[in-house]
């Protein structure tokens, strides 16, 4: 007997984040064009959020956005998150010219179509709309896996009725956590050398099993962690010789913090049973004593180096992006005049990995340029110039492109100059060179910048743009190491668009439509990769579906310009999507 639509979708659990505008129509009423710019603009920052904690928004209708993330840690934080910045912009409007935001938060079995189906979603909803304006409300479900985890306060509002659902469900409301008393802990002192840059310290893991071989592999892997989080260059990594001292003893990681002038501290815990082995680990502010991350890893107790290395690998890939989340929240915090060199990079970083238009690329160039202003020896910040005009040039917002180029340039020569062995500075040269055309010189520099830190993940993105032209193939092996690297990047739509120019330019359309049509899932607002899709539609003769992703490119970048998108790719990649635009009938072509 055939089952309905929703039977045969593929189900999932997953947390589910519902927003809507409070009073929107009211404001529609009074003042409609400037309504509209106010809630494009926090629907924008809202969407930017949801990526940033590794969400997917799946609906954006009218002043709703529904969105979906796989971990409930994420949804709340990135709740949080949205409210903080939302109330920072609105401090200083008079109540009625606020448009404010409800959240409701639940985690449930959802049926995944197109959209997302399920009683989760309707909950969501309406714990939505028991939310106070600018304010959570979170389900049991969801406090229950993200308490201690986030830096968010639980109110207990009890069971709650809610309309259309047949059974009561407990509720919760969900605050920042209150500012730092008078009289607590200030922040460490920053480690000299490092621009005033928060230093991180890891302290020994707590081997919970009775084999001592574990505590070999426990100590390894801190050893191992201390290393590779050093190799990226952003915070300061105390020395083992000095966390090591605090090896079997139980502390609060705030008297760590205290101790070791260290912002966060991470702590863990191995533990074995029965051919298996768990490693925990939490990432800690060490000035309020909140938990900022928790994972967890199981793993088959076999090669213990291998072993070691795979979790090692695992932890860098939860903890880095971590830190750079709390800091650029840190950082958003304060006032624009008020930011030091550090303040005023992480704030860029902020806009440069969340944009949604040409002023947050250019609000993010101008933060890194007074970040280097600020701190002269800084080359990270100069790195992240050369960085962010890539991003210019590829959506075509460069006003003088060749000049963008030259900038690009200079910025990653700069860098490489300043710090010859930060990855970001190679990273930076690799971009500057291949936008300039030089590739063999890109390529160089992209392998430096993965020999100096191979968890790096921009630098394989940027090797395989280099080597696409002349061997996709080899593009192609670089990016799936990335993802393997990192398989839940917030960057993960660039890393499938660029497996899609790779297999274009290698003749494997089917295989192109597939990586962009995931890019486009990931994030929709990418007119790059509406050209390349539709030029792998045009070489498999599906001429109405290629013109009609040209029209959603023209729809999102009407200041295209052929003679652009010549200058700015390889010749390789420009002929086969001219010869595909050509054979779906496109009259630009």
Same mark, same amino acid.
């Given at each position: 007997?055939?089952?309905?639509?929703?039977?045969?979708?593929?189900?999932?659990?997953?947390?589910?984040?519902?927003?809507?505008?409070?009073?929107?129509?009211?404001?529609?009423?009074?003042?409609?064009?400037?309504?509209?710019?106010?809630?494009?603009?926090?629907?924008?920052?809202?969407?930017?959020?949801?990526?940033?904690?590794?969400?997917?928004?799946?609906?954006?209708?009218?002043?709703?956005?529904?969105?979906?993330?796989?971990?409930?840690?994420?949804?709340?934080?990135?709740?949080?998150?949205?409210?903080?910045?939302?109330?920072?912009?609105?401090?200083?409007?008079?109540?009625?010219?606020?448009?404010?935001?409800?959240?409701?938060?639940?985690?449930?079995?959802?049926?995944?179509?197109?959209?997302?189906?399920?009683?989760?979603?309707?909950?969501?909803?309406?714990?939505?709309?028991?939310?106070?304006?600018?304010?959570?409300?979170?389900?049991?479900?969801?406090?229950?896996?993200?308490?201690?985890?986030?830096?968010?306060?639980?109110?207990?509002?009890?069971?709650?009725?809610?309309?259309?659902?047949?059974?009561?469900?407990?509720?919760?409301?969900?605050?920042?956590?209150?500012?730092?008393?008078?009289?607590?802990?200030?922040?460490?002192?920053?480690?000299?050398?490092?621009?005033?840059?928060?230093?991180?310290?890891?302290?020994?893991?707590?081997?919970?099993?009775?084999?001592?071989?574990?505590?070999?592999?426990?100590?390894?892997?801190?050893?191992?962690?201390?290393?590779?989080?050093?190799?990226?260059?952003?915070?300061?990594?105390?020395?083992?010789?000095?966390?090591?001292?605090?090896?079997?003893?139980?502390?609060?990681?705030?008297?760590?913090?205290?101790?070791?002038?260290?912002?966060?501290?991470?702590?863990?815990?191995?533990?074995?049973?029965?051919?298996?082995?768990?490693?925990?680990?939490?990432?800690?502010?060490?000035?309020?004593?909140?938990?900022?991350?928790?994972?967890?890893?199981?793993?088959?107790?076999?090669?213990?180096?291998?072993?070691?290395?795979?979790?090692?690998?695992?932890?860098?890939?939860?903890?880095?992006?971590?830190?750079?989340?709390?800091?650029?929240?840190?950082?958003?915090?304060?006032?624009?005049?008020?930011?030091?060199?550090?303040?005023?990079?992480?704030?860029?970083?902020?806009?440069?990995?969340?944009?949604?238009?040409?002023?947050?690329?250019?609000?993010?160039?101008?933060?890194?340029?007074?970040?280097?202003?600020?701190?002269?020896?800084?080359?990270?910040?100069?790195?992240?110039?050369?960085?962010?005009?890539?991003?210019?040039?590829?959506?075509?917002?460069?006003?003088?492109?060749?000049?963008?180029?030259?900038?690009?340039?200079?910025?990653?020569?700069?860098?490489?100059?300043?710090?010859?062995?930060?990855?970001?500075?190679?990273?930076?040269?690799?971009?500057?060179?291949?936008?300039?055309?030089?590739?063999?010189?890109?390529?160089?520099?992209?392998?430096?910048?993965?020999?100096?830190?191979?968890?790096?993940?921009?630098?394989?993105?940027?090797?395989?743009?280099?080597?696409?032209?002349?061997?996709?193939?080899?593009?192609?092996?670089?990016? +799936? =190491?990335?993802? *393997? &690297?990192? !398989?839940?990047?917030?960057?993960?739509? %660039?890393? #499938?668009?660029?497996? @899609? $120019?790779?297999?274009?330019?290698?003749?494997?359309?089917?295989?192109?439509?597939?990586?962009?049509?995931?890019?486009?899932?990931?994030?929709?607002?990418?007119?790059?990769?509406?050209?390349?899709?539709?030029?792998?539609?045009?070489?498999?003769?599906?001429?109405?579906?290629?013109?009609?992703?040209? +029209? =959603?490119?023209? *729809? &999102?970048? !009407?200041?295209?310009?052929?003679?652009? %998108?010549? #200058?700015?790719?390889? @010749? $390789?990649?420009?002929?086969?999507?001219?010869?595909?635009?050509?054979?779906?009938?496109?009259?630009?072509?």
């Amino acid at each position: 007997m055939p089952g309905s639509q929703q039977n045969k979708a593929r189900r999932q659990l997953a947390a589910i984040l519902s927003a809507d505008a409070v009073g929107y129509s009211r404001r529609m009423a009074e003042d409609e064009a400037a309504t509209a710019q106010v809630l494009r603009s926090h629907r924008d920052t809202i969407a930017g959020y949801v990526r940033e904690h590794r969400g997917r928004v799946v609906n954006a209708v009218g002043d709703n956005l529904l969105a979906e993330f796989a971990s409930a840690v994420d949804a709340v934080a990135c709740a949080l998150d949205v409210q903080t910045e939302l109330a920072r912009r609105e401090a200083g409007l008079a109540e009625d010219r606020r448009l404010r935001f409800r959240i409701g938060v639940h985690l449930g079995d959802l049926a995944v179509e197109e959209e997302i189906l399920g009683d989760a979603v309707n909950i969501a909803a309406r714990l939505e709309a028991l939310a106070d304006p600018g304010g959570i409300c979170a389900s049991a479900a969801i406090v229950e896996q993200v308490r201690g985890k986030v830096q968010g306060a639980f109110e207990d509002l009890g069971e709650q009725q809610l309309k259309n659902i047949p059974s009561p469900v407990r509720a919760y409301r969900v605050r920042p956590l209150a500012a730092q008393p008078e009289g607590a802990a200030a922040a460490p002192t920053p480690v000299p050398g490092f621009s005033g840059r928060p230093a991180i310290a890891i302290l020994p893991f707590e081997n919970r099993g009775t084999d001592p071989a574990q505590e070999y592999l426990a100590d390894g892997i801190v050893e191992d962690l201390i290393a590779r989080l050093a190799a990226f260059r952003l915070f300061p990594v105390i020395s083992r010789s000095s966390t090591f001292t605090y090896k079997g003893k139980r502390i609060d990681p705030r008297q760590v913090s205290r101790e070791l002038r260290a912002r966060y501290v991470v702590e863990g815990s191995v533990q074995g049973v029965a051919g298996r082995v768990r490693v925990s680990v939490q990432l800690i502010d060490g000035v309020q004593g909140h938990q900022i991350s928790s994972e967890r890893y199981d793993r088959e107790l076999g090669d213990v180096f291998a072993l070691q290395d795979d979790i090692v690998l695992a932890i860098v890939n939860s903890i880095e992006p971590a830190l750079a989340r709390a800091e650029r929240q840190r950082a958003r915090q304060k006032s624009e005049p008020d930011l030091d060199a550090w303040e005023s990079f992480q704030r860029g970083n902020w806009l440069l990995f969340g944009f949604r238009s040409k002023e947050d690329l250019f609000g993010a160039l101008e933060l890194f340029r007074r970040a280097h202003a600020l701190d002269p020896a800084f080359a990270t910040a100069a790195a992240m110039q050369s960085i962010t005009y890539a991003g210019l040039l590829t959506y075509q917002w460069a006003d003088d492109p060749t000049r963008a180029v030259a900038e690009a340039l200079a910025a990653g020569e700069t860098s490489v100059a300043l710090s010859d062995d930060d990855p970001w500075a190679h990273t930076a040269l690799g971009y500057g060179c291949s936008l300039s055309g030089d590739m063999p010189r890109a390529i160089a520099a992209f392998e430096r910048a993965i020999e100096l830190n191979p968890s790096l993940t921009l630098p394989y993105q940027g090797l395989a743009v280099a080597l696409s032209a002349e061997h996709p193939d080899d593009a192609i092996r670089v990016m +799936e =190491k990335a993802i *393997r &690297l990192s !398989p839940r990047d917030p960057q993960m739509h %660039f890393f #499938r668009h660029q497996l @899609a $120019v790779a297999h274009l330019i290698a003749g494997r359309y089917e295989d192109a439509v597939k990586q962009d049509e995931e890019s486009l899932r990931l994030r929709a607002d990418q007119p790059h990769v509406y050209r390349v899709l539709a030029a792998a539609y045009g070489h498999l003769g599906r001429s109405a579906t290629a013109l009609g992703a040209l +029209e =959603k490119m023209r *729809r &999102l970048a !009407p200041h295209f310009s052929l003679d652009e %998108f010549r #200058r700015a790719n390889s @010749a $390789v990649l420009v002929e086969r999507c001219i010869e595909g635009w050509r054979r779906a009938g496109w009259p630009e072509a």
